[in-house]
């Protein structure tokens, strides 16, 4: 640019010395009038050049916020709310004594209490990550991909999605996954989430439960769904929902859990699935239950059996309940096998003299960074951790840490699961987690 500035400068020259009178060379003025003219008119254009140069670029406009989600999700729910105003559950009245809740004032006071707002609005904005990012999954999720591919995506978006990538020292106590992603494929039922060197990949012909958490604040929005490719395991995935959907419905106030197990048992084994040539049940697999959700802990204390049972619990108002059931083609029994790959600090652990440097410095590095809250092998990897195994078998060797090792029931079979997380508000019970998926 530099060397275009030169004949600007002789231009400016020429135009200051226009302003006196310069005798024609042969005594004709005219002519030389006529130079002048012609020196002008070449003068004219690189000015309006130099001219056009000197003016002000316009100010760039200013982004806009976003209006919707990316794919993958990487937009902040926040941004995409930024009025905190999240979208409500599924609200259902409650039915026979409690539907005077609805109306009665002292029990509509205590729904709008400020301290139950904000107990509401983070769980609404957990549930609509969740939301966002399961919806998203279901479509992206395809045979070829790795396990370990699976898990990061969800596990990214959870993360981009609440603003909290876990890296920084108590960044993911603040918000982000609130348990790792299972994926547990055909007859292992649950607790299954690669470790780090994992190598297997999703088949065409695989069955697999996809079940992650997502807190705020530590309220902890619990929801899991099954993939499936192969159309013949649609009534599977069919009894697995409609069992679900039934033990939603039957929940409440002062319901008894045992009686919530057996209208889930009735809805689940009235469906077969056909494999192979061969009409199977769909069983409900009775060793594992619903629970509740406490903060920042992903099991309460009372337990909702997928079966009929004698459990005279009652669910009472305030409870923050898991509502999953799993259905199986096996034995609809599941026992604990194969390497560990989640745990989670006990909250009621009693106070351990370690002797193991190691186990005292992963214990520092487990309640600074995940609280109570549950954790798998690769959370610990992400934040620069190394040779840490034995510290972490102490720990739960010790009690201070559980271990929960994959679920499976007999091999050759096939088993699905769905879950939603229900609030037993004053009012009314509201399906935090539903969706248009499901």
């Keep these: 640019m530099a060397a275009q500035a030169a004949p600007a400068e002789e231009l400016s020259k020429l135009s200051v010395e226009e302003t006196k009178p310069v005798p024609a060379a042969n005594g004709n003025d005219s002519d030389a009038e006529s130079g002048d003219e012609e020196a002008e008119e070449g003068a004219a254009t690189p000015a309006a050049g130099a001219a056009k140069k000197k003016k002000k670029r316009k100010p760039k406009k200013k982004k806009k916020a976003p209006t919707s989600q990316s794919e993958p999700p990487r937009v902040l729910v926040s941004q995409l709310f930024p009025n905190k105003q999240y979208p409500k559950g599924e609200e259902v ?132 769904f099954t993939v499936a490719f192969n159309p013949r395991y649609d009534p599977l995935l069919e009894a697995v929902k409609a069992a679900t959907n039934a033990g939603i419905k039957e929940a409440g106030i002062d319901v008894r859990v045992g009686d919530i197990g057996a209208v889930i048992q009735e809805v689940m084994e009235s469906y077969e699935v056909e494999i192979n040539g061969q009409m199977l049940p769909v069983k409900s697999i009775r060793n594992l239950n619903g629970h509740t959700i406490n903060h ?108 929960y090792p994959p679920l499976v029931d007999k091999k050759g079979s096939y088993t699905a699961q769905y879950e939603h997380t229900i609030l037993l508000r004053p009012t009314v019970k509201e399906v935090i987690s539903r969706g248009d998926d499901f």
């Design 93 to 224: 009245e409650y039915v026979n004594d409690n539907l005077k809740r609805v109306t009665n004032e002292e029990k509509r006071h205590l729904d709008n209490l400020a301290s139950n707002q904000e107990f509401l609005t983070d769980y609404r904005h957990a549930a609509e990550v969740h939301r966002q990012v399961r919806q998203w999954a279901q479509k992206s999720i395809k045979p070829g991909q790795s396990l370990t591919e699976i898990a990061e995506n969800i596990e990214d978006s959870v993360r981009a999605l609440t603003g909290h990538s876990g890296l920084e020292e108590g960044d993911a106590l603040i918000a982000g996954m609130g348990f790792p992603t299972g994926l547990s494929i055909n007859h292992c039922a649950a607790h299954y989430t690669p470790n780090a060197g994992n190598k297997m990949v999703l088949q065409e012909d695989d069955v697999m439960k996809v079940d992650f958490g997502v807190h705020v604040n530590g309220r902890i929005v619990d929801s899991a």
């Design 296 to 403: 920042y802990s992903i099991h309460g204390t009372k337990s909702v059996p997928i079966v009929k049972s004698n459990d005279q619990t009652k669910m009472e108002e305030g409870d923050v309940f898991a509502i999953e059931t799993f259905g199986s083609t096996g034995n609809g029994y599941v026992v604990e096998e194969g390497e560990v790959s989640h745990y989670a600090k006990r909250g009621d652990a009693a106070k351990v003299d370690l002797r193991l440097s190691s186990a005292k410095s992963l214990l520092n590095v487990i309640t600074k960074n995940f609280g109570t809250l549950p954790f798998c092998r690769r959370y610990i990897d992400r934040l620069g951790q190394d040779k840490y195994l034995l510290g972490l078998n102490n720990l739960v060797s010790q009690g201070i840490v559980e271990a």
